[in-house]
T-cell receptor, first 112, second 113 residues
Framework: DQQVKQNSPSLSVQEGRISILNCDYT??????FLWYKKYPAEGPTFLIS???IKDKNEDGRFTVFLNKSAKHLSLHIVPSQPGDSAVYFC???????????WGAGTKLIIKP | NAGVTQTPKFRVLKTGQSMTLLCAQD?????MYWYRQDPGMGLRLIHY???????AKGEVPDGYNVSRLKKQNFLLGLESAAPSQTSVYFC????????????FGEGSRLTVL
């Protein structure tokens, strides 16, 4: 039973446009959500996070939105740049144990 | 600025052989983790440690053992490798006081024939 789902294995976006990556979760105990970015042959790197007490967190070109009632979060990248081409993982944790549960990832391709 | 270093980066084993993956971090982090990543799946936690001398099982611990004799090192052992353990293995660490930001190594690609 996948508790964190990223239903789009891949996404292709034109350079300069907005990229929107989606993530759904099923466990209502999750209260902290993170996005990681991964380039080939490298480990994932932390991108941005959001606590369940917020519905939006912004860091430069990256914004994460959280809809608790829908158990859905999304990552917006504006404007998209070629260096954003990577696999993006959504992860969630509950304060009780801080163990991260990961989605399967979405491969983002930015077209020039 | 090393961060998290994993060795080896690549390894090919025959079924039944044993090996150890080494993870070293230089950030004085308390928590360390071993994950595996398989195609079409997210990272799955194998074992983790909340401090020197402690270890605990994650989601998929069977077939693996770990040790944390020194704070900076976390070893992952396969006593009798199986083809199902063909995967990319990632080590990660984090300090106390943050709720999820992990620092990852570059990964170790293991193939079991």
């Amino acid at each position: 039973d996948q508790q964190v789902k990223q239903n789009s294995p891949s996404l292709s976006v034109q350079e300069g446009r907005i990229s929107i990556l989606n993530c759904d979760y099923t466990n209502s105990m999750f209260d902290y959500f993170l996005w990681y970015k991964k380039y080939p042959a490298e480990g994932p790197t932390f991108l941005i996070s959001i606590s369940s007490i917020k519905d939006k967190n912004e860091d430069g070109r990256f914004t994460v939105f959280l809809n608790k009632s829908a158990k859905h979060l999304s990552l917006h990248i504006v404007p998209s740049q070629p260096g954003d081409s990577a696999v993006y993982f959504c992860a969630a944790s509950a304060k009780s144990n801080y163990q991260l549960i990961w989605g399967a990832g979405t491969k983002l391709i930015i077209k020039p | 600025n090393a961060g998290v270093t994993q060795t080896p980066k690549f390894r090919v084993l025959k079924t039944g052989q044993s090996m150890t993956l080494l993870c070293a971090q230089d950030m004085n982090h308390e928590y360390m983790y071993w994950y595996r990543q398989d195609p079409g799946m997210g990272l799955r936690l194998i074992h983790y440690s909340v401090g020197e001398g402690t270890t605990a099982k994650g989601e998929v611990p069977d077939g693996y053992n770990v040790s944390r004799l020194k704070k900076q090192n976390f070893l992952l052992g396969l006593e009798s490798a199986a083809p199902s353990q063909t995967s990319v293995y990632f080590c990660a660490s984090r300090g106390t006081g943050n709720t999820g930001e992990l620092f990852f190594g570059e990964g170790s690609r293991l193939t079991v024939l």
